[in-house]
């Protein structure tokens, strides 16, 4: 049986790679699908601690839909603006967005 402690650990672990995804990354499609990363460890942290807290309360598993649809929104948004990025300067490097302030 699966434990508060691992579902814990699995989050800890995608917050990290989507932490690691953020800092290292220089490409505008790869810090995207980082921060997508990052909401799922929160949807995983939302879901079992409404689990584990009181197994009859949905409070947990509403909360994490209502992020999923704002998460779906907002890579809805960033791909716009990466797609819009990628056609004015032809790469979708964030130095590149440096270059569009002068």
Same mark, same amino acid.
């Given at each position: 049986?699966? $434990?508060? /402690?691992?579902?814990? $650990?699995?989050?800890?672990?995608?917050?990290?790679?989507?932490?690691?995804?953020?800092? &290292?990354?220089?490409? /505008?499609i790869r810090m995207l699908f980082a921060v997508e990363i990052?909401?799922?460890? /929160?949807?995983?942290?939302?879901?079992?601690?409404s689990r584990f807290s009181n197994p009859m309360d949905l $409070?947990?598993?509403?909360?994490? @839909?209502?992020?999923?649809?704002?998460?779906?929104?907002?890579a809805a948004v960033g791909l716009a603006i990466i797609i @819009?990025?990628?056609?004015? $300067?032809?790469?979708?490097?964030?130095? /590149?967005?440096?270059? @569009? &302030?002068?």
């Amino acid at each position: 049986m699966t $434990t508060l /402690a691992d579902f814990l $650990t699995v989050s800890m672990v995608l917050l990290a790679i989507g932490v690691y995804g953020l800092v &290292r990354s220089r490409n /505008a499609i790869r810090m995207l699908f980082a921060v997508e990363i990052i909401i799922s460890a /929160a949807n995983i942290n939302l879901v079992a601690f409404s689990r584990f807290s009181n197994p009859m309360d949905l $409070t947990g598993q509403v909360f994490a @839909l209502f992020s999923i649809a704002i998460g779906a929104a907002e890579a809805a948004v960033g791909l716009a603006i990466i797609i @819009l990025v990628f056609r004015l $300067t032809g790469d979708v490097d964030i130095a /590149a967005l440096r270059r @569009l &302030r002068k």
